[in-house]
């Protein structure tokens, strides 16, 4: 039961569309669950993706609206009056509702939250929307089951089909006391197996996970991820339960996470995707590229500066490519393995004695690579000097762009700065520098020019 | 209520441990989550390890082991007898149970399935193993609950108790006929919400999403977080229900592979961690290191190839490392592009469209960051023939540079290779010779040499 978004279907979409056979339309397309149909209106042109919108019902463009490619959103969302919007953010969880919300201008969002008719989706949307995007209280919705821990079992149950009619999936059952104090959790599963004079008290699990309102969403998935939860309940300082967060959003979260960090550590300031036009794509790699090239002209300059010395020695020159190069993997590598260090909260120890475990580590690597290259370069002219110059020269480059690569990121991260802006491009094009500088001071030395 | 991996309740359990306090130690490890337990054991020596897992009772260790780190579970079950980690597996779900048999050698597998009480569970374990790691058969746990669509809603909720037992967390009740085969599904909610004595085939929702038991896991993961699903059944060929797939499995297996993808990226070649042994760590880093020696001593010959012809421009050589880098970085970020593309299912049109598409963009680029390198070096030193080739030259590379690194991820996806493998040093190395000896021929062309 695989959708296929095929050419065909496009064009059977869009025919049906142009000839406004709105019976055809509804009958094919409620067939497919919202989210394919927000990848067939991701690829109609925005008149065809608007009528489609209008044509649909509430509940369902609702969450084809959360589907959509943001671009495509944008667009959407620009087309339809104030009203039109809320009433799509009326059948939305107030998650959702506030994401939307969120992406309009600032006078939209007024606009279209005057007009939503439910009092309390109000309020509680507004509330959300006080909440930065990336802490708990920006990711989580407003729809749980919530119980008091004096009701009984039977009376819990019937109270339950009202608030669960709401909540489409309700994981935990969160117990309450009377100031609405988070003090426990139940599942559905254990209210069916009570017996129904029991009191909630008695069979409530007192042992709840929960996150802070605050809270960082990465650190909200971790959680999630490590304890193996599917809805974590959001308090607030005084435990007063908030809200609650689902692991699907925490699976785009984990997603949009490694994509960030992915295409960081590949020098792209922005989300991008191959999809996109020719100009995002430019906007997100041109900044990159010119710090390269930067960091290019400033070996150029060392490399000139450092020509006189050389003249006889011109075989050095030609190894600087490999110096560099070496440098910069190297550098990659660490910060790789740190940034994924932190992000997985896997890194026990002072700075300091992870400085030195690279400098060891980066000390055997070089070695070994030093003593190949040595062999390569004493056979290739026989010269030993020269074999030496550029075989230490590598170990030292080495070890300085690990300890680089390491150190870097850990700075950032205790400066509240993602680490991950020191992977890829970064780190390359400062080592490459700093390596080829030190090539050439340490061959200098070595051969007493 | 965050858990805090201290040294002082570190070193309160080793002192525990040494003393064989028994009973404070199960006082003090019962607060505990079983995710927790198992950082505190990735920490101590083995023995002491070993002690707590034959101290706590099964059913808490048994989800202790499947929590440990891979490499202390290993040395951990190198400790147990055949029997002791039977009894550890009688108490896990069969996937779990699964992954830590397949995790031993073929003789041990035998062994302690041999020593398995439980005749069904030993059953079910023996056929899930038959499925490859990374197919959704190899995910799954035989763990679901499952009705007959001739049952009444009474006498479900009756029968489900029993089964309820057996199964953490419920999800979707799965509805079969009575040949065995998936035709519908319900919510714990669903059945809360209905007349006792209607049948499950009336309110059995049919629109039930599934995956064939040889899917790729990526796929499963990638439909799970699409249509935001918790629980997915797994159906063979003939749609016999078979197993489920959990949103926990998943969220582990995208969070392995980002790590994976993001490793490969950075030139490591296989999981490691920032605080695994300097031997793993150099295992993992050298090879790619060693390749990017290669490449750095393929770009010298190169370079002393060319020597005479540039005796009287010097400076050329001086602008190797800038086109080298610049090759690397612009291949690096067009794999990267590809390779998240390729994972998203993302990509639309034919091979031929992108790869023009991608001479365009790299082109665009290329000029104005030419035109930028243009102006240096004419300003730097007057003379424009030297400025015109490097800054050609520079253009040339970086779309020659663009196409490498979006063709070969397509290449291998469509071979079906992790096209992740040429992302990292493998695209930044061969960029980097192919970038230089296209430099030189360029430039020899334009000055005429």
């Given at each position: 039961m695989q959708f296929q978004l095929t050419d065909e279907l496009i064009e059977k979409v869009e025919h049906l569309v142009a000839a406004q056979n709105d019976k055809e339309l509804k009958n094919l397309l409620n067939e497919f669950h919202y989210a394919d149909i927000a990848e067939i209106l991701d690829e109609l042109d925005l008149d065809n993706a608007v009528y489609l919108i209008k044509l649909l019902d509430s509940e369902t463009t609702s969450d084809i609206l959360t589907e959509l490619d943001e671009d495509t959103r944008e667009k959407v969302l620009g087309n339809l009056s104030a009203k039109e919007i809320a009433e799509e953010i009326e059948e939305l969880d107030t998650d959702d509702a506030a994401d939307i919300i969120a992406e309009l201008s600032a006078e939209r969002q007024k606009a279209v939250i005057s007009e939503i008719e439910d009092e309390e989706h109000k309020a509680e949307i507004t509330e959300l929307l006080a909440?930065?995007?990336?802490t708990a209280g920006g990711l989580m919705a407003k729809e749980l089951v919530k119980v008091y821990e004096t009701w009984t079992v039977a009376g819990c149950l019937r109270r339950i089909r009202g608030q669960a009619k709401e909540v489409?999936?309700?994981h935990s059952i969160y117990v309450v006391n009377k100031e609405e104090k988070l003090i426990g959790r139940l599942s559905l599963k254990d209210l069916i197996v009570?017996?129904?004079?029991?009191?909630?008290a008695e069979i409530a699990k007192e042992n709840v996970d929960w996150v802070n309102v605050h809270d960082d969403v990465e650190d909200v998935a971790r959680i999630m991820a490590k304890y193996d939860l599917e809805a974590i309940p959001v308090v607030d300082n005084d435990q007063t339960l908030l809200g609650r967060i689902t692991i699907d959003d925490i699976v785009d979260v984990l997603k949009e996470e490694a994509e960030k960090d992915y295409q960081l550590a590949a020098g792209l300031t922005q989300g991008v995707e191959?999809?996109?036009s020719i100009l995002d794509l430019t906007r997100a790699r041109l900044p990159w590229l010119f710090l390269g090239l930067l960091g290019g002209v400033g070996a150029f300059i060392i490399m000139e500066g450092f020509q006189e010395a050389f003249n006889q020695y011109k075989m050095l020159f030609f190894f600087t490519p490999l110096i560099a190069a070496m440098a910069g993997n190297v550098g990659v590598q660490s910060s790789a393995i740190i940034v994924q260090g932190l992000a997985n909260d896997d890194l026990k120890g002072s700075i300091n004695s992870r400085l030195i475990k690279e400098m060891l580590l980066a000390a055997l690597n070089g070695v070994i690579l030093a003593i190949f290259l040595f062999l390569f370069v004493w056979i290739y002219n026989n010269e030993i000097d020269k074999a030496l110059a550029i075989s230490i020269s590598l170990v030292a480059v080495i070890i300085i762009a690990g300890l680089i690569g390491t150190f870097v990121p850990l700075f950032l991260d205790k400066r509240g700065?993602?680490?991950?802006?020191?992977?890829g491009p970064f780190i390359t094009t400062s080592n490459d520098i700093l390596g080829i500088l030190l090539y050439f001071w340490i061959a200098k030395l070595i051969l007493g020019i």
């Amino acid at each position: 039961m695989q959708f296929q978004l095929t050419d065909e279907l496009i064009e059977k979409v869009e025919h049906l569309v142009a000839a406004q056979n709105d019976k055809e339309l509804k009958n094919l397309l409620n067939e497919f669950h919202y989210a394919d149909i927000a990848e067939i209106l991701d690829e109609l042109d925005l008149d065809n993706a608007v009528y489609l919108i209008k044509l649909l019902d509430s509940e369902t463009t609702s969450d084809i609206l959360t589907e959509l490619d943001e671009d495509t959103r944008e667009k959407v969302l620009g087309n339809l009056s104030a009203k039109e919007i809320a009433e799509e953010i009326e059948e939305l969880d107030t998650d959702d509702a506030a994401d939307i919300i969120a992406e309009l201008s600032a006078e939209r969002q007024k606009a279209v939250i005057s007009e939503i008719e439910d009092e309390e989706h109000k309020a509680e949307i507004t509330e959300l929307l006080a909440y930065p995007e990336d802490t708990a209280g920006g990711l989580m919705a407003k729809e749980l089951v919530k119980v008091y821990e004096t009701w009984t079992v039977a009376g819990c149950l019937r109270r339950i089909r009202g608030q669960a009619k709401e909540v489409t999936r309700v994981h935990s059952i969160y117990v309450v006391n009377k100031e609405e104090k988070l003090i426990g959790r139940l599942s559905l599963k254990d209210l069916i197996v009570a017996k129904s004079e029991q009191k909630i008290a008695e069979i409530a699990k007192e042992n709840v996970d929960w996150v802070n309102v605050h809270d960082d969403v990465e650190d909200v998935a971790r959680i999630m991820a490590k304890y193996d939860l599917e809805a974590i309940p959001v308090v607030d300082n005084d435990q007063t339960l908030l809200g609650r967060i689902t692991i699907d959003d925490i699976v785009d979260v984990l997603k949009e996470e490694a994509e960030k960090d992915y295409q960081l550590a590949a020098g792209l300031t922005q989300g991008v995707e191959a999809d996109d036009s020719i100009l995002d794509l430019t906007r997100a790699r041109l900044p990159w590229l010119f710090l390269g090239l930067l960091g290019g002209v400033g070996a150029f300059i060392i490399m000139e500066g450092f020509q006189e010395a050389f003249n006889q020695y011109k075989m050095l020159f030609f190894f600087t490519p490999l110096i560099a190069a070496m440098a910069g993997n190297v550098g990659v590598q660490s910060s790789a393995i740190i940034v994924q260090g932190l992000a997985n909260d896997d890194l026990k120890g002072s700075i300091n004695s992870r400085l030195i475990k690279e400098m060891l580590l980066a000390a055997l690597n070089g070695v070994i690579l030093a003593i190949f290259l040595f062999l390569f370069v004493w056979i290739y002219n026989n010269e030993i000097d020269k074999a030496l110059a550029i075989s230490i020269s590598l170990v030292a480059v080495i070890i300085i762009a690990g300890l680089i690569g390491t150190f870097v990121p850990l700075f950032l991260d205790k400066r509240g700065i993602d680490p991950a802006i020191a992977t890829g491009p970064f780190i390359t094009t400062s080592n490459d520098i700093l390596g080829i500088l030190l090539y050439f001071w340490i061959a200098k030395l070595i051969l007493g020019i």
